[in-house]
């Protein structure tokens, strides 16, 4: 499915799977709706706080992002942990190339939270 007939990519809207419109005439997609948080402030930082959510729909590559406040002692899942930091980096400053990242570890099943029970088993390329 690719509606737009260009390049298959991500696309940023303001809110993932709105309602269907008239106007639109564009049936709903029923892709299922993922969420990251991540942190891109040092612990050290006064902002540290302030983090990036990204909720997106593999199906439409849809995508929402914005900042979400989460409290300094919550432990957020990094599905980027058993990365090098150049790698890390490259990620983080792409959201384009994060999605792809992201949505590629889910299809190999590989997300956070299907592994978190054996955490010791990832390689570790450090
Ligand atoms: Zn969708």
């Not at 696309?11 to 049936?27: A, C, D, F, I, N």
């Not at 593999?58 to 599905?79: Q, T």
Request: charged content about 30%; overall charge positive.
């Amino acid at each position: 499915m690719n509606p737009g007939g260009g390049p298959w990519t991500w696309k940023k809207v303001s809110v993932l799977h709105p309602p269907v419109s008239m106007e639109e005439g564009r049936r709903q997609c029923s892709g299922a709706i993922r969420s990251h948080v991540y942190r891109i402030f040092a612990f050290e930082s006064s902002l540290y706080e302030r983090c990036v959510g990204l909720s997106w729909c593999s199906a439409c590559r849809r995508y929402v992002g914005g900042v979400v406040h989460v409290p300094r002692d919550e432990v957020l899942p990094d599905p980027l942990a058993g990365l090098v930091d150049e790698e890390r980096s490259k990620l983080t400053r792409s959201e384009h190339r994060l999605l792809d990242h992201l949505d590629r570890l889910i299809r190999q099943g590989r997300w956070p939270g299907a592994d978190l029970a054996d955490p010791g088993n990832r390689p570790q390329r450090r």
